[in-house]
């Protein structure tokens, strides 16, 4: 096991395409790291520089204490697992399994040895003698895991590996090689476009944009704290509402003036983000995550200056609660980042729930599912104002 680490790595193709600009990365020992964002943003080219597949014309990639521009692929100890599995169909699982030893010159009784153990680990022992034809695609990918596995080498690197799988089993091979890489401990560099995928799976994740890396943390303090617009429109699922929002400060107090709706905030968030104070009069970009908002007919106790007014378009009852789109009387934010975040996503989520509130002019908000909002009515939403985020519409940049 080893640290990856990228040391100010840039990549810049011949026709003068900067794929990856500057990035500082180190993914600790044992770590599942998962690189994200849209299409095009070098997520591969990144990946593929650990593996040797691509040389940086920049900076430096170290596997553990080693660095390794200059190392050929063969000799930097690293195992990939791409979408596309090619297992040998005329080998058995086991044999599939156990074969880079082979190429190793390991003993065939260790072969056997160590195969039996992985398959174990990928609880996949019945299916030892099966061979590849035999097999779903869900226990196919489980065989090209357990060939990157037996290697024990120093880092796994994945691309996209479950994007040939059905919705279903990829949801379960999620969870299922997040198990196998936390049971093996080896640092790994995993890539995706999908953020749920990167939330559920990854120990930090990064997100990147253009090239450059824009934020790298747990999955919760992305979800909570994005420093960036960029990173708020991407990470989350409904996204989180985005909406123009002028800022008014009288004393120590802050309100938020949204289309004809004032939010009262209180003296307490201004205490807690004080760079607020800096915008009085401006129009800021205020977040506010679709389960930070509900039904006011059934949140009765939520003081009167916490609610937007909304024109209800569409009603998708879950079960658990109730996804509300409506239409605001006020601006959504339409920045380019979020332009190119909403382009990305078109045609890529258009069937998951929620999807539709990536549609400009469009709230989201998931609401308990005692709430009787019906559909083309006006309705009245409470906002958990301490929750709110706000961003700089120039630069981006979180305030709070
Ligand atoms: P995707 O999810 O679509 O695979 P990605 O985030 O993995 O995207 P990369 O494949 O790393 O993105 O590509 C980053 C940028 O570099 C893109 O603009 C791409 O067009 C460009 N690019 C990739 N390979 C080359 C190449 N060989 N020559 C020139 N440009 C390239």
């Known amino acids: 096991m080893a640290t990856v680490s990228f040391d100010a790595v840039e990549k810049q193709f011949e026709d003068g395409t900067v794929a990856v600009d500057n990035l500082d990365l180190e993914i600790v020992d044992g770590e599942f790291m998962v690189l994200v964002g849209p299409s095009g943003c070098g997520k591969t080219t990144s990946l593929r520089m650990v593996a040797g597949l ?3 014309t920049g900076g430096r990639i170290s596997i553990g204490d080693r660095v390794v521009n200059d190392v050929v692929t063969r000799n930097r100890d690293i195992a990939m697992v791409f979408q596309s599995y090619a297992l040998y169909p005329h080998m058995t699982v086991l044999d599939n399994i156990a074969f880079g030893l082979r190429m190793h010159g ?6 056997r040895r160590r195969a039996h153990d992985v398959a174990e680990i990928l609880e996949i022992t019945e299916l030892a003698d099966r061979r590849p034809k035999q097999l779903s695609g869900g226990q196919r990918q489980r065989v090209a895991m357990g060939r990157a596995i037996i290697r024990q080498p120093k880092a796994f690197l994945m691309d996209e590996p479950l994007s ?5 089993l990829r949801v379960q091979m999620r969870s299922e090689i997040a198990r196998i890489q936390r049971r093996v401990g080896t640092t790994t560099l995993y890539v995706t476009h999908d953020q749920t995928e990167a939330l559920t799976m990854g120990d930090r994740v990064a997100v990147m944009r253009r090239g450059v890396l824009q934020q790298v943390d747990t999955p919760k303090v992305l979800y909570d704290t994005p420093a960036n617009l960029f990173v708020a429109g991407f990470i989350g699922s409904p996204a989180m509402n985005l909406i123009e929002a002028e800022v008014a400060i009288v004393g120590d107090n802050l309100t938020l003036r949204v289309g004809p709706d004032t939010l009262d905030l209180g003296p307490e968030y201004l205490r807690l983000h004080p760079t607020v104070a800096e915008y009085d009069g401006a129009t800021l970009a205020c977040g506010i995550r679709p389960e930070d908002l509900e039904d006011a007919a059934i949140d009765t106790g939520a003081p009167p ?3 937007l007014t909304v024109d209800v378009e569409l009603v998708e009852e879950l079960g658990s609660d ?3 789109h409506a239409t605001l009387r006020a601006n959504r934010v339409a920045t380019e980042e ?5 382009a990305d996503a078109t045609g890529r989520a258009a069937d998951a729930p929620g999807a539709a509130g990536s549609r400009s002019g469009v709230l989201v908000a998931r609401c308990s599912a005692r709430s009787v909002i019906a559909e083309n009515s006006v309705a009245q ?10 961003f700089d519409l120039g630069t981006g940049v979180a305030l709070t």
Not at 106 to 111: A, D, M, P, T, Y
Not at 338 to 342: F, G, V
């Open 164 to 168: 040939n799988l059905d919705a279903k």
């Open 381 to 390: 939403l409470t906002v958990d104002t301490p929750r709110i985020h706000l």
């Open 54 to 56: 691509e040389d940086p």
């Open 322 to 324: 109730l996804m509300v």
């Open 338 to 342: 979020l332009r190119e975040i909403e």
């Open 305 to 307: 200056d916490r609610r």
């Open 106 to 111: 390991v003993g065939k009784s260790e072969r």
